[in-house]
Nanobody, 123 residues
Framework: QVQLVESGGGSVQAGGSLRLSCTIS????????MGWFRQAPGKEREGVAI????????YSSLSVKGRFTISQDNAKNTVTLQMNSLKPEDTAMYYC????????????????WGQGTQVTVSS
């Protein structure tokens, strides 16, 4: 059974930084993508960043790409999202996901999800 556990959320002021981590355990060979999604109250879950097994990365928007960095440690089965220059609009529950999606920004294409970690950015 695959399990994803996120950590590192919290509350910061605008301009601050947070580092989210996701550790995956269990049978991990049936996915080729890990990603971070977020969901703000009243909004749909949206993609933030994804990383392939080979280390290549994609970001969902130019705004995120310039401030967030996704990385992985295959030896530790961990994926990290470094978030800098945080803005109030980044406030959301952040989720780690794993799968072999045909559409990388479509949440339903991911088979495995963590429980989420809250990120709150105050102005």
């Amino acid at each position: 059974q695959v399990q994803l556990v996120e950590s590192g959320g919290g509350s910061v002021q605008a301009g601050g930084s947070l580092r989210l981590s996701c550790t995956i355990s269990g049978y991990t060979y049936n996915h080729n993508v890990m990603g971070w999604f977020r969901q703000a109250p009243g909004k749909e879950r949206e993609g933030v960043a994804i990383i392939y097994r080979d280390g290549s990365t994609l970001y969902s928007s130019l705004s995120v790409k310039g401030r967030f960095t996704i990385s992985q440690d295959n030896a530790k089965n961990t994926v990290t999202l470094q978030m800098n220059s945080l803005k109030p609009e980044d406030t959301a529950m952040y989720y780690c996901a794993a799968g072999s999606p045909s559409r990388i920004w479509t949440p339903s294409n991911y088979a495995y999800w963590g429980q989420g970690t809250q990120v709150t950015v105050s102005s």
